[in-house]
Each structure stands twice: as structure tokens, then as C-alpha cells.
């Protein structure tokens, strides 16, 4: 068995636990690593570079979890290149006789839409919310491993769709984005919050490996969180509600500017329902160790504005808001002054 991405906080698990079933596991990564497992063998390699059919020689399973795409990842075009990479996988799993594929996607696949049921169910269509490439490119490798699946008899693709996840040694790059965004809320939504332990998301990934489970699974705890308690459960925090168009336009302002590593385009999904029901996964024996609430305050960073009181935070709130629009209004007069001249 091939995994992909063996040193992130889920591909460490994943292998381990792969191990412990019986599995003799060899892990590729760009990153080095020190196996914890007799049966775990870890390799550094790029995917982009490397002789793939010789690696997955032998193997049955191959499971994916080395994207490369972040979710602040908007300029240029990463999510080809990964992709690409994609492609060479399957391919040579094709050429080696790999009959199963597990590859990590993640529930913003279905986007976050006003109309979203609550909660998602794999039947959902995807639709990833436009511009973000994170999710655009997790929906694309969906497709890819989906049609390799097709290609041949005997062959199966599992497309593990998760919640934001964080591990104890880090909230993980999209739960710092959505974090980072929610700073500015639109007054049109109160997004509700799901949250995965990195443990569980590897116990997932055994879990479909074992039953060679073949289409899309969504991995999440059972319910969510209101944006209450996640407020609660996160610390007092500067917070500023805007009509959705200031909103918008305030969030490109301050990505434009640095003032935050959330891209615009993932404004509607600290807006409208994205989260996803667990029946599936639950069907196939998979029973989670942490609660929503539990890997939320997993995932919490302290703030230095923790030790403020409301009355202040609210002014940080209005001062940084206030700080974006003027920088906003001086870049579009510079831009008009060079109209102008030109």
C-alpha cells in the first residue's frame, strides 16, 4: 500500500494505523520523515519527478493525500500543476494493476450557497464557490480519480470529503483562512462550523480502505456549531457585520493590501451553510473520537486580543475596517488620477 503525503498530521496517522490493520505501508513525501511503524517504510520523493510505476509497484491501495494546493492559493495557477501531478499518479496506477484509490477532497466541493440543505448529503451537487481555487481544485481531483475508477473493471475510487480539520500541533491552514476571513462578517449569514480531528480523518481513511469503499464520503462529527459558540468557544475576538456588497469589497481591499492571507473568494463560505451529514461514513463502522466542539478548541490559536474587553475589541474592529476602506478609497484615487492622465 502507497500514501501519499506521509508526513502531515493526517498522512503520519494514516500510515500507522494502515500499519496496525495488517498493511505494509511505504510513504512518499518531499518531505523527510522518521517511521514510527516496523511496517511503514517512508520514502522522499517528488511526485512531479519521480518514477511512480516503479514506487507503486506491487501495490493494491494507493491513497492520495499530498494535494499541495492551500487555501490562500490564488495567484498563478497551482492547482495544475498539482493536478498534473494527479494525473501521473493514476496513471501509473493504472500500468502497476492498483485497484483501489483514496483520495482526500474536502466538503467545500459543494460550496457555500444560501440554498444549501443542512446538512449536505454525498447526493449534493458539487459546486464549489467560484475563484477559490481550494476547492476548485479538490473538485477537479475528484473527477480525475472518478474517471479512473470507470476506466477499468475491478477498479474503485473513495472521495473522502472533510470538514475543517485541525490536529494538536496546528489548526491547519483552512481553519486559520476561515478564521482570518470571519473577522468581517456579511449581517446576511451566520455560517454554522464543523470541525474533524486530523485522528479521525485518518481513522476515515482506514475505514474506506478496509471496505474498498467506491464514490464520495463525507467525514465530519455528528452535528455543528452555532456562531455563537463557536464564539464562545473561541475567545472574545474583534468582529465587524457589513452589508454583504461592503463585506466583499472590504475583504479584497485587505487581501489586496496584506492585511490578511484570506482570499477574497472565500467570503460565502463565512456566510452560508456548508455543512455535511456523516450517515455514510457512519454506515461503514467509522465512529469519531472527537466532537465538533472538542476539535474546534483543538484548532483555537490564543490572540493577543483575547485579553481585551468587548468595548475595545469593537474599536480594533472599527479602526482595522476603517483603516481598509481609506486605503481602499486612496489606491482607487491613484488609480482614476492615472486614468486621467493617460
Not at 464514490?215 to 459558540?229: H, K, R, T
Amino acid at each position: 500500500m502507497v500514501v501519499t503525503g506521509s508526513t502531515g498530521a493526517v498522512g503520519r496517522q494514516v500510515c500507522t494505523r494502515l500499519a496496525d490493520e495488517g498493511f505494509s505501508v511505504v510513504g512518499l513525501d518531499r518531505r523527510s520523515g522518521i517511521s514510527a511503524h516496523a511496517e511503514v517504510s517512508l520514502l522522499t520523493v517528488d511526485l512531479a519527478v519521480a518514477d511512480l510505476r516503479l514506487l507503486l509497484k506491487g501495490a493494491d491501495v494507493v491513497v492520495h493525500l499530498a494535494s499541495g494546493v492551500r487555501a490562500q492559493d490564488v495567484h498563478g495557477d497551482p492547482g495544475h500543476d498539482m493536478l498534473t501531478v494527479a494525473e501521473r499518479l493514476l496513471a501509473a496506477a493504472a500500468d502497476t494493476g492498483v485497484a483501489h484509490v483514496v483520495v482526500r477532497s474536502s466538503a467545500m466541493v459543494y460550496g457555500a450557497w444560501a440554498d444549501n440543505p443542512v446538512p449536505l448529503t454525498e447526493e449534493a451537487e458539487v459546486q464549489p464557490c467560484r475563484g477559490f481555487r481550494f476547492a476548485e481544485h479538490r473538485a477537479s481531483l475528484e473527477g480525475l480519480a472518478t474517471a479512473w475508477a470507470g476506466k477499468a473493471a475491478g477498479r474503485s475510487a473513495s472521495l473522502l470529503r472533510p470538514a475543517v480539520t485541525v490536529a494538536e500541533e496546528r489548526p491547519g491552514g483552512l481553519a486559520r483562512i476561515l478564521a482570518s476571513a470571519a473577522a468581517i462578517r456579511a449581517q446576511e449569514g451566520d455560517p454554522l462550523g464543523q470541525f474533524v480531528h486530523a485522528d479521525d480523518l485518518a481513522e476515515a481513511v482506514v475505514c474506506v480502505v478496509a471496505e474498498r469503499f467506491d464514490g464520495p464520503v463525507n467525514v465530519a462529527p455528528d452535528g455543528w456549531i452555532s456562531a455563537p459558540m463557536m464564539a464562545e468557544l473561541g475567545g472574545p475576538a474583534p468582529r465587524l457585520r457589513l452589508p454583504a456588497p461592503v463585506a466583499s469589497w472590504v475583504a479584497e481591499v485587505r487581501w489586496q493590501l496584506g492585511f490578511t492571507d484570506a482570499p477574497p473568494s472565500v467570503v460565502p463560505y463565512t456566510v452560508f451553510p456548508w455543512v455535511v451529514a456523516n450517515d455514510r461514513l457512519r454506515a461503514l463502522g467509522w465512529v469519531p473520537s472527537h466532537s465538533n466542539e472538542e476539535a474546534y478548541v483543538v484548532g483555537y490559536e490564543p490572540r493577543a486580543t483575547d485579553r481585551l474587553d468587548a468595548k475595545r475589541r469593537q474599536q480594533l474592529s472599527l479602526a482595522v475596517a476603517g483603516g481598509a476602506v481609506l486605503l481602499g478609497l486612496v489606491i482607487l484615487g491613484r488609480l482614476v488620477g492615472r486614468w486621467r492622465k493617460s
